[in-house]
């Protein structure tokens, strides 16, 4: 038998009744009761109550014993009283009566409790992150993490994929996030950079004729923290496949997903085959490339309406001749409520940086009008073009605003997300899954005119590639899709450019020489050239799966040691100062700003 124990502290049972056992772990709780002392005594797997009573030698050496203190305990399993058995924990039924007991790791006062689960400043959370992880949400989040993982590799297996690891050590990006970059001894002046994603490496294993890829892949990114996103490093599960079309990835991307979801949560699945909606009809309908599909409000576009001689709103309609749009959000049976709910959220545009919505709520009496301070300007006739524009009947209420289409796009996502939640119409228990297609190849920038690449410069073209003469960039779709999940971009992916010809005329459009494509893509175009496989891939984010499966809010909470918002780590002291030795064998100078 093991010194310390021979059982977990989640396994003792009535069949146990009368046994000798020894347990280990730390002190989760003590309660005194004047002449008897329980402990709740904790390990990875559970909690087994243990009792002393005042008569026993070990009673005030235990009264003392600071919690978190890791100990032994040997004694006789007994029954629970009836009215002391706690259904919540897996030994509720029986308790340790404590025979002797011996502290095998002491404890100092602690900056913050361990079997609480309240919260607590991130400053202290992550500096003492080993005692944060003890506390049973947390543990359990970072267990289900492990159990995912697990889960994933062994699905994509089943799959017919390989796992392979690609180089962490590799040459800087000049497409993306900032990168990590790492000096080297060896060759003076050069540096490594830390990979924002295998990308090449994944292209250049189905060059190498490997057909189905995957890595649980660390990535690097100098980039600042958000909820969904930690700054420095993150896991994704990085595939790629040969010879594929888009559906091919979709196939494969909603089996893992539908099968992982289903396996580690009880919450539904809106759909087991996710939805396809293109970029151009998210934009409009969610005002967003990462629409959540819980939320059954969609944006309409009425611009149209305001060009009628019967609309007498003029500030929208001089915005409209100046050349912006004017977009709505329907809310369903809200002649009801007060004027407040309806201001409220007029103000809170405004907070947001727009001009506020302007509103209106369908009545009828001897016939169809418009309730509220802007009902007064519409027409019978453009009520009734708004009402078929946007599925609406009376007692539904209109939002607008009218803007440029980016910043109509922001507050109308915005809006939409708000005006939800404050009628309570988004369920938290279902999983609504879609693909975003159809992204655009090029777009242009506002500021300088110049077209750039809209999302991945190394994704393959749609539509008939030998007549593509790309005298309209912008109207060039690609073979890029995104996954999103409850409003929640899991990741994004394509079928990728294989044909050098195609990608250094592509290149060309956003203003890259065939010199500069060469030097800044060498390996990639290289290889491309030793005949390449049509291919195509994805990497969802895992700490953004685990999160989802948590239902936790902030990545962190399924991260085991992770840095704070300026991208510290606050129990490791890192990023930290470097002795000058280590500079000059690298040959590094600081330079201090004055």
Not at 175 to 188: I, K, Q, T, W, Y
Not at 335 to 342: G, I, V
Request: charged share 30%.
């Amino acid at each position: 038998m093991n010194k310390y124990r021979s059982h977990n502290c989640n396994e003792l049972r009535k069949n146990d009744l009368d046994k000798e056992i020894s347990v280990s772990g730390w002190i989760n709780r003590k309660r005194d009761h004047g002449n008897l002392l329980f402990i709740d005594l904790r390990d990875n797997y559970g909690i087994t109550q243990c009792i002393i009573d005042k008569e026993n030698k070990n009673f005030s050496q235990l009264e003392k014993t600071q919690l978190e203190t890791v100990v032994k305990i040997t004694g006789k399993v007994v029954n629970r009283s009836n009215e002391t058995i706690n259904k919540d924990i897996e030994t509720g039924e029986i308790e340790v009566v404590i025979s002797e007991f011996e502290i095998l790791g002491t404890c100092k006062e602690l900056p913050m409790p361990v079997f609480s689960d309240q919260e607590y400043a991130e400053e202290i959370r992550l500096k003492y992150r080993f005692l944060d992880l003890r506390r049973k949400k947390i543990h359990e989040n970072i267990i289900l993490r492990s159990k995912v993982i697990s889960y994933i590799r062994d699905e994509m297996t089943k799959l017919g994929f390989l796992e392979f690891q690609t180089p962490i050590l590799t040459s800087s990006s000049p497409e993306g996030a900032r990168d990590f970059l790492v000096p080297s001894r060896l060759n003076p002046g050069k540096f490594y950079a830390l990979p924002q994603a295998p990308q090449q490496f994944k292209q250049l294993i189905m060059v190498s004729g490997f057909d189905k890829y995957f890595q649980i892949a660390p990535c690097f990114r100098d980039e600042d923290a958000r909820a969904d996103r930690s700054p420095g490093e993150f896991y994704q599960l990085d595939l790629e496949m040969s010879f594929v079309e888009q559906e091919d990835v979709f196939n494969v991307v909603e089996t893992l997903l539908v099968n992982t979801f289903k396996k580690f949560s009880k919450k539904k699945l809106m759909n087991d085959k996710f939805p396809k909606i293109s970029y151009t009809e998210s934009m409009l309908k969610y005002g967003s490339d990462k629409p959540d599909l819980r939320n059954p409000l969609i944006i309409n576009d009425i611009t149209e309406v305001f060009t009628r001689e019967d609309v007498s709103f003029e500030i929208f309609k001089k915005l409209v001749k100046s050349g912006s749009n004017v977009r709505c959000i329907s809310t369903k049976d809200t002649k009801d409520k007060p004027r407040s709910f309806f201001d409220n959220i007029d103000k809170w545009a405004k907070e947001q940086g727009g001009s506020g919505l302007a509103y209106f709520t369908f009545e009828e009496n001897d016939e169809l009008s418009a309730k509220g301070p802007i009902g007064k300007f519409f027409s019978k006739e453009a009520l009734l073009e708004i009402m078929k524009k946007t599925n609406s009947k009376v007692g539904d209420s209109i939002f607008m605003a009218c803007s440029k289409q980016s910043d109509l796009e922001k507050i109308t996502a915005l809006a939409r997300d708000k005006i939800a939640k404050d009628l309570d119409l988004i369920d938290d228990n279902i999983f609504a899954f879609c693909w975003i297609v159809d992204y655009p190849m090029f777009e242009k920038d506002e500021i300088t005119n110049k077209i750039e690449f809209s999302h991945n410069p190394f994704s393959m073209p749609q539509g008939n590639l030998s007549d593509k003469d790309f005298k309209d960039p912008l109207d060039i779709l690609a073979y890029q899709y995104d996954i999103v999940c409850n409003g929640i971009e899991l990741s994004s992916g394509a079928i990728r450019n294989h044909k050098p010809d195609l990608m250094y005329k592509l290149f060309s459009i956003a203003g890259y020489s065939k010199a500069q494509v060469d030097e800044k893509f060498s390996g990639m175009i290289n290889a491309l050239s030793y005949g390449a496989p049509p291919h195509g891939g994805i990497a969802p984010g895992i700490d953004r799966i685990v999160m989802l499966l948590a239902n936790e809010k902030n990545i962190r909470e399924v991260t085991m040691f992770p840095m704070n918002q300026n991208a510290q780590d606050l129990m490791m002291k890192a990023p930290s100062d470097v002795s000058q030795d280590q500079l000059k064998e690298l040959g590094l100078n600081i330079r201090t700003k004055k």
